[in-house]
């Protein structure tokens, strides 16, 4: 079964959530255990920060884990219509 990283590398739009969370050290996490439900920011939502927000958290790693933490789950999410 394709991890999170796995499902977001082969997803066109995430490439920048990708990076981010390797450069946060979070991949092995996201590889094991769970289930986890992202609520992953697509590469547009990343485009929308200020300029230079994603290069000053990138070279923040633990600030970096901190702010991806807070869209991650544990278990899995099913919307109710």
């Given at each position: 079964?394709?991890?999170i990283v796995?499902?977001?590398?082969?997803?066109e739009g995430f490439?920048?959530?990708v990076a981010a969370v390797q450069a946060a050290?979070?991949?092995e996490a996201l590889a094991t255990g769970g289930p986890f439900t992202v609520f992953a920011p697509t590469d547009d939502a990343f485009a929308k920060l200020p300029p230079g927000t994603v290069q000053t958290l990138v070279d923040n790693p633990p600030q970096l884990a901190r702010i991806?933490?807070?869209h991650v789950v544990?278990?899995?999410w099913k919307r109710q219509i």
């Open positions: 079964m394709d991890s796995d499902i977001a590398v082969k997803t490439s920048t959530l050290g979070l991949v991806l933490k807070y544990s278990g899995t």
